[in-house]
């Protein structure tokens, strides 16, 4: 809101005559109609450049999530009526505090906390009041004052909306409540540990097979060197990987694996198993 009013105060403030001053006023509230519209954001600029556009895009942030939006007009006669009770003195976030029935120092002094319009805004939240006074400035309900310091007057059209004469559709974004903020952001963090944790146990996992695999290809190599022939007669790679990974303890788990025959089970099994069983041991000393 307060680029707003120092935009304002620009345009007010500048050399140019009064021509030039209403285009830019003009050109400033399209631009807050155009950030508050609830409808296809193309189609309000193409309106804007005097062109017709018959269908909504589809893919703006309008279209595809489309704004909660309510029939303002109660909300716009709540915001009007309190500018004109509090004597149209008044900023936004004074308004506010009105509307919300604060109970700060400035406004008990004024005793604005006896006015009818007091309070009556409670199920809207600050950002949404910001938001529906901002839409009403953009449509030409409202105004500031800039001479006044920023305060808040009613216009020629504010009639209509005491009048209660028009339908005026206002976006109401919905607050996620701090509470939900909280609460998500505690799901995000255990996600996140968890994540890190899996992940950890996956790398772990994966060195103790690496560390494994490599204790059983020395053992390989020295049974190899004991009996004067190659290592992959002894036993193939994918063998050593599989004991890795399923860690037998026993010889009919150990018979379980490709690669293990009746004869290579009796002549390397006890010495692999020993070997599994003293890796895991170690292993199990260490975490």
Same mark, same amino acid.
């Given at each position: 809101?307060?680029? &707003?009013?120092?935009?304002?105060?620009?345009?007010?403030?500048?050399?140019?005559?009064?021509?030039?001053?209403?285009?830019?006023?003009?050109?400033?509230?399209?631009?807050?109609?155009?950030?508050?519209?609830?409808?296809?954001?193309?189609?309000?600029?193409?309106?804007?450049?005097?062109?017709?556009?018959?269908?909504?895009?589809?893919?703006?942030?309008?279209?595809?999530?489309?704004?909660?939006?309510?029939?303002?007009?109660?909300?716009?006669?709540?915001?009007?009526?309190?500018?004109?009770?509090?004597?149209?003195?008044?900023?936004?976030?004074?308004?506010?505090?009105?509307?919300?029935?604060?109970?700060?120092?400035?406004?008990?002094?004024?005793?604005?906390?006896?006015?009818?319009?007091?309070? &009556?805004?409670?199920?809207?939240?600050?950002?949404?009041?910001?938001?529906?006074?901002?839409?009403?400035?953009?449509?030409?309900?409202?105004?500031?004052?800039?001479?006044?310091?920023?305060?808040?007057?009613?216009?020629?059209?504010?009639?209509?909306?005491?009048?209660?004469?028009?339908?005026?559709?206002?976006?109401?974004?919905?607050?996620?409540?701090?509470?939900?903020?909280?609460?998500?952001?505690?799901?995000?963090?255990?996600?996140?540990?968890?994540?890190?944790?899996?992940?950890?146990?996956?790398?772990?996992?994966?060195?103790?097979?690496?560390?494994?695999?490599?204790?059983?290809?020395?053992?390989?190599?020295?049974?190899?060197?004991?009996?004067?022939?190659?290592?992959?007669?002894?036993?193939?790679?994918?063998?050593?990987?599989?004991?890795?990974?399923?860690?037998?303890?026993?010889?009919?788990?150990?018979?379980?694996?490709?690669?293990?025959?009746?004869?290579?089970?009796?002549?390397?099994?006890?010495?692999?198993?020993?070997? &599994?069983?003293?890796?895991?041991?170690?292993?199990?000393?260490?975490?």
């Amino acid at each position: 809101m307060s680029d &707003i009013v120092m935009r304002q105060n620009f345009i007010e403030n500048s050399s140019a005559d009064e021509l030039h001053k209403n285009i830019e006023r003009r050109k400033l509230r399209a631009l807050l109609g155009f950030c508050e519209t609830v409808s296809c954001r193309r189609r309000a600029l193409l309106e804007y450049f005097g062109e017709e556009a018959k269908d909504h895009c589809g893919y703006c942030d309008n279209c595809t999530n489309e704004p909660h939006s309510v029939d303002g007009l109660v909300y716009a006669q709540k915001a009007l009526s309190c500018v004109y009770r509090t004597g149209q003195l008044y900023g936004v976030a004074y308004l506010i505090d009105v509307l919300r029935g604060a109970k700060t120092e400035r406004l008990l002094s004024q005793g604005h906390d006896k006015l009818s319009t007091y309070a &009556i805004g409670k199920e809207l939240s600050v950002k949404q009041w910001t938001s529906v006074f901002r839409q009403l400035m953009a449509a030409g309900y409202l105004k500031v004052d800039l001479a006044g310091y920023g305060s808040i007057k009613l216009t020629k059209r504010s009639r209509d909306i005491l009048e209660g004469k028009i339908k005026l559709p206002l976006r109401i974004d919905e607050e996620i409540k701090a509470s939900q903020i909280k609460k998500e952001a505690k799901q995000a963090k255990r996600l996140a540990l968890n994540t890190l944790t899996e992940r950890s146990e996956a790398n772990l996992e994966a060195r103790s097979v690496s560390e494994l695999f490599e204790v059983l290809r020395r053992k390989r190599m020295e049974l190899a060197r004991q009996e004067g022939i190659a290592p992959y007669l002894v036993l193939h790679d994918a063998s050593l990987l599989a004991m890795a990974q399923q860690r037998p303890r026993t010889l009919g788990e150990l018979a379980k694996i490709s690669g293990f025959g009746v004869v290579k089970l009796q002549k390397y099994g006890t010495a692999m198993l020993s070997v &599994i069983a003293e890796f895991l041991a170690e292993e199990c000393s260490v975490y």
